[in-house]
């Protein structure tokens, strides 16, 4: 079935380091694929997004490409900032009888120290 | 804009209690979503609705129940609580044609 796996955590690093957190998904057909943020104590909110394949999504420094030939969607940031410490949630979007639904990955925690 | 508003955001239950998590959301959107988060096992559906009236199974269905009488709220029940729903629960909703979700703030649920 469908699916979304994704990188375990938690993810540690200093301040201004690189950032990848991988993503790789099962699906069929031509999903859209997610990656949702959630801060300390709040709800899940959309980082970015591409909705088909080569498509690069982009938000806040953070970018990652939908490779369709590697089924993957990995999350990168160039420097990362204490303020980015959070977890990452990869997801896709599938069609359930009239409904889209989102498959989540199981989230990577990342922690960034000054 | 309040968005998703859920109600309460904590609450500890005894096995075999009953009661509501309430979700409000004020975008007019046609579909809303409860989903449970624990640890290990990101976000599972439970329920969701595709618009007043509606409801439908999610993935981990057995246990809940919900309603959606009206469009801006969506009920999520627990007849009979048991140990294994204490989780985070998360309501989210969308509007039509679009594929992004609007969370609440989260209801964390402890069953001892």
């Known amino acids: 079935g469908d699916s979304v796996t994704q990188m375990e955590g938690p993810v540690t690093l200093s301040e201004e380091a690189f950032l990848t957190i991988n993503c790789t998904y099962t699906?069929?057909?031509?999903?859209?694929l997610f990656w949702y943020v959630q801060y300390p104590g709040e709800g899940l909110q959309l980082l970015l997004k591409a909705t088909k394949a080569d498509d690069k999504g982009s938000n806040k420094g953070f970018e990652a490409t939908y490779r369709k030939e590697t089924t993957s969607f990995h999350l990168e940031k160039g420097s990362v900032q204490v303020s980015d410490s959070a977890v990452y949630f990869c997801?896709?979007?599938?069609?359930?009888?009239?409904?889209?639904?989102?498959?989540f990955g199981t989230g990577t925690r990342l922690q960034v120290f000054p | 804009n309040a968005g998703v508003t859920q109600t309460p955001k904590f609450r500890v239950l005894k096995t075999g209690q009953s009661m509501t998590l309430l979700c409000a959301q004020d975008m007019n959107h046609e579909y809303m979503y409860w989903y449970r988060q624990d640890p290990g096992m990101g976000l599972r559906l439970i329920h969701y609705s595709v618009g007043e009236g509606t409801t439908a199974k999610g993935e981990v269905p057995d246990g809940y129940n919900v309603s959606r009488l009206k469009k801006q709220n969506f009920l999520l029940g627990l007849e009979s609580a048991a140990p294994s729903q204490t989780s985070v629960y998360f309501c989210a909703s969308r509007g039509t044609g679009a594929n992004v979700l609007t969370f609440g703030a989260g209801s964390r649920l402890t069953v001892l």
């Open positions: 699906a069929t057909g031509y999903p859209s």
């Open positions: 997801a896709l979007s599938v069609m359930l009888y009239n409904t889209d639904k989102l498959i």
